[in-house]
């Protein structure tokens, strides 16, 4: 992986995050006439930074540490662990003088456009995509020592029902909520029989220590296009040909096929395939099945030799039966909406299984390293899937700022919350000390996920 790659996206994902976070602190506290003396976009320690411009009463600058940001709000104890303010009394402007419901709204401000953020992307690509459903009678493929695999489902397996839920489509079989719920058993079709199988309490850190779902549709291993001049060219492969198995191994799946290629770079390999032939008057560009190749195609063996490089010159064709359904405006912002709350719920369910003991931790908690990682595997797999990084990203961050943590809007939003019903201000001592434990065990834990990032990637 390329590190400049995995550096930049990951800047560009941090940079995304922080401004939207920091910008909902800063337009409620403008809002409610509370003077912002600073914006950074990352941290400024020892008055290291990149760049910075005073415009009215505010100084937005580029802190030279990509880790966060802040807004310094005047007469609020926070990161900065100023206390000039202490000395004189509450200004109109300040963050301490304004009523407690404003405050908590400012407080609340970030996290709110993080979900915000991440409500938006998901209604954005559903607008200009649609939905994809994927149907479940596509069987299976699972991935060898996968946590599927140790469940006891089997490639060539169908889904039928989740927690006693029938099941239309791949994308409910994999629905991450499923992941974080409290038990999971799925109903499966096998030569006829219907199976059922019981997810391992803590599948969710599985899936991450594997860093791959492990399991998803078969993809049959059709070949749309046969490069000339290449092996399978020379050899007499056709374009719609069904690859059924490589000496003698049977094969079902697209990527069972790649593996088996490429790690013969340079040796004869036994091509077993079957080959249907379009009857006349067949509509040119008519989408033909796996399942009617089985059923009427003429089997072929042929002996290819892949080149140095472990390819023989064929492409995928697509036949997996799926479709994309087309939203409009309200659909897709109803659509949108929802998905934003099953990822929050799921993110909320996920922490209450690491923290109850039910997930390890050390495996389903990341830092900047293993987010970089993410990122950047994200970004090459499409501008799309990097949206999606960013919008979980962006809820994930949401909810850990909205923990009752101090040094956290949680744990701020708390205090707060506390003096409202007290109708008296906290000593300021008091809230000193709060935070700057807060700040004390923020940077432990940031320390301990840094390292375990290093030591456990």
Do not use: C
């Amino acid at each position: 992986m390329d590190v400049l790659s995995t550096t930049f996206f990951f800047i560009v994902a941090i940079f995304i995050l922080v401004t939207t976070h920091e910008l909902g602190h800063f337009l409620t506290a403008k809002l409610f006439g509370m003077r912002v003396d600073k914006f950074y976009i990352g941290f400024d320690f020892f008055d290291l930074r990149i760049w910075k411009k005073k415009i009215g009463e505010t100084e937005y600058g580029l802190g030279l540490f990509p880790l966060g940001g802040y807004v310094k709000i005047a007469g609020m104890v926070d990161e900065s662990l100023d206390t000039n303010f202490q000395a004189t009394e509450p200004q109109p402007w300040e963050f301490r003088a304004k009523p407690v419901w404003q405050r908590l709204i400012v407080l609340a401000g970030g996290v709110g456009m993080n979900i915000i953020l991440a409500a938006t992307i998901f209604i954005g690509i559903t607008l200009a995509l649609g939905e994809s459903r994927t149907t479940v009678k596509n069987p299976a493929f699972v991935e060898k020592g996968s946590i599927f695999e140790s469940m006891g489902i089997k490639t060539g397996d169908q889904l039928q029902l989740a927690n006693g839920k029938p099941l239309d489509s791949w994308e409910e079989a994999l629905d991450p909520a499923l992941f974080t719920a409290g038990s999971l058993k799925y109903t499966l079709l096998r030569d006829g029989k219907s199976i059922t199988v019981t997810a391992p309490s803590n599948i969710l850190s599985s899936i991450n220590e594997k860093k791959s779902l492990g399991m998803r549709p078969v993809v049959p291993p059709v070949i749309d296009e046969v490069l000339s001049k290449m092996p399978a060219s020379n050899a007499g492969m056709q374009s719609g040909a069904l690859i059924t198995a490589i000496n003698g191994q049977a094969v079902t799946d697209w990527n069972e096929v790649v593996g088996i290629i490429s790690t013969n770079a340079g040796k004869p390999i036994a091509i077993t395939w079957l080959h249907l032939k379009t009857a006349p008057g067949t509509p040119q560009g008519k989408k033909i099945s796996a399942e009617a190749i089985r059923a009427e195609g003429e089997t072929f063996v042929t002996t290819v030799i892949p080149n140095q490089s472990g390819k023989i010159g064929i492409s995928l064709k697509q036949t997996i039966d799926s479709e994309r359904r087309q939203l409009n405006g309200v659909e897709s912002i109803v659509s949108g909406i929802n998905q934003t709350w099953k990822m929050s719920a799921m993110t909320v369910q996920g922490f209450a299984k690491i923290f109850t003991g039910q997930e390890d931790f050390r495996k389903s908690v990341g830092g900047p390293i293993k987010i970089a990682k993410i990122a950047s595997q994200s970004a090459e797999q499409g501008p799309v899937s990097f949206l999606y990084f960013l919008s979980m990203l962006s809820i994930s961050l949401a909810i850990i700022n909205i923990l009752p943590v101090p040094a956290l809007d949680g744990g701020q939003f708390v205090l707060n919350a506390i003096e409202g019903i007290l109708r008296r201000e906290i000593p300021f001592e008091l809230k000193m000390r709060i935070q700057q434990i807060g700040m004390m065990l923020l940077l432990g834990l940031f320390a301990y996920i840094l390292f375990n990032d290093i030591f456990n990637p």
